[in-house]
């Protein structure tokens, strides 16, 4: 068999399934495509589509098994249906790939059967006036007939963030963790809980597109976080499948493959750059063809659409949401949704494990920045800490020096246990980041040494305190004993 006729076979599993497990939404969505017995080359998806064509025509209700037996096929064969089965959205795609196939085989028997030019030409004519009219919704509606009818309800995908058929910035400066967002964001979506306070209404296929970090780290990523979340694997399913492309050569052709095949609801493109091919991101041309090719991917996918980009030098937080990005604006005024990280400002003990978080949606009102804080390899929001974004007036937190010598008299005359003394330092300002540097540094140079108390516990002290061996300070780790 050719990967053509095997992908057209996958093609009527995949409708044929759907036929079976949710029927009246898979005619729905194909109804205006017209299709005929003869787009079924296999006999058991051509009796699925015929049995489900008659018992619509009498009326009889679509119940799986009334189909099944209607079809003619046996429960093994159904339940291989079934495993094959897209979801009902991608219903069309699926109807439109057997249609064209058709249309095509048809086409090749006139051109072989025409004897002389003559016939030849009216051979391509009648193929040519054989090809169906555009099967896109209507180009216009008419105002009085949506007066007179409701209008479809959202189908959110993350609530009054984006739908279904959205598509999404995720944009952030260079190491704001904005893949760890992107990870967070998939396994909420796939496992149906919140998104930093966000409402997933249900749980939904997810493709990560992974462009960036090799294989074993992004493994390593999702275990602590999803340790982190509280996710195991029964909760997740086979909803999230992660496409791992660094050093692949991946192109988009590849991603809508692999979401085609995985029936994924929506793709997330960890990064934007890894995409354009090295173009220039200032280039509009280059990135007007890159967002339509992206759009066209989103279209025939029906998937919603992530993407993930970084902003250009400077202070991120002076530039409104909405043009936030590196490179040209023309994906800003593409996407539906934006959501964008900030780094943090305000002097805090914490601010590298602090970013502040700003959702744009078209079609909701307008949200206040959201503060989170990164621990445990995961991001959680905190509603009571009020946001401050780094600017090129704040620029990055300024934090109060660390006082070194402050940090060395806590120890000069009794020594600390390392976690009690990591603890007594934080108090000296400095980062956190900072401090662990400071205190590596001073073990390296000598200015701090550890010496063991009993058989498994050490002390930090200076080499004076050690050298009056005064007995260690432990009043910082546990209260006294009651004699």
Known sequence: MSVKENLIENDETSLAGCLLTDPELALSETSDLTLTDECFTRPECRQVFQAVKRMTAN???LELYAVVIEAGIDAKTGQALIEGSCVEAHARYHGLKLRDAQLKREAVKRVEAADGVEALRMAFEKTLAGLPQSARKP??????????SEPAPPEYILEQIFERDSRVLLVGSSKTRKSFLALQLAICIASG????????????????????????WQHRRLRAMCATLEVKADLLGDRLEILNGRGRGVTL?????????HRAEVIILDPLYKLDGGA??????????????????????HAALVIVHHDPKGAAG???????GAGSAVINRDVDSTLALTMWSEADENADNLMVLSALARNAPPRK?????????????????????????????????????????????????????????KGLGGTRDGREAWLQKAFEEGSLVERRK??????????????????????DTSNPSET
């Open 59 to 61: 009326s009889v209700p």
């Open 139 to 148: 180009l216009t509606a008419n105002a009085a007939d949506w007066l007179a």
């Open 193 to 216: 809980i919140k998104f930093l306070g966000f409402g997933v209404p249900q749980r939904r296929r997810v493709l990560l597109v992974n462009l960036e970090n090799t294989p074993d």
């Open 253 to 261: 052709a590849d991603i809508e493959a692999a979401a085609i095949k």
């Open 280 to 301: 220039d991101e200032s280039d509009m041309a280059e990135r007007k063809r890159l967002v339509a090719e992206l759009e066209r991917m989103s279209c025939r996918t």
């Open 318 to 324: 002076d530039r409104n949401v909405r043009d936030r």
């Open 369 to 425: 920045d959201m503060s989170l804080e990164f621990a445990d390899q995961a991001f959680t929001y905190d509603p009571d800490r009020v946001p401050c974004k780094a600017t090129s007036k704040t620029r990055l937190f300024a934090p109060t020096p660390f006082n070194e010598e402050a940090a060395l008299a806590l120890v000069s005359e009794k020594g600390m246990t390392k976690m009690a003394y990591r603890e007594a330092i």
């Open 454 to 475: 009993g058989k498994r516990d050490k002390l930090i002290s200076t080499p004076q305190a050690l050298e009056l061996d005064l007995p260690p300070n432990t009043s």
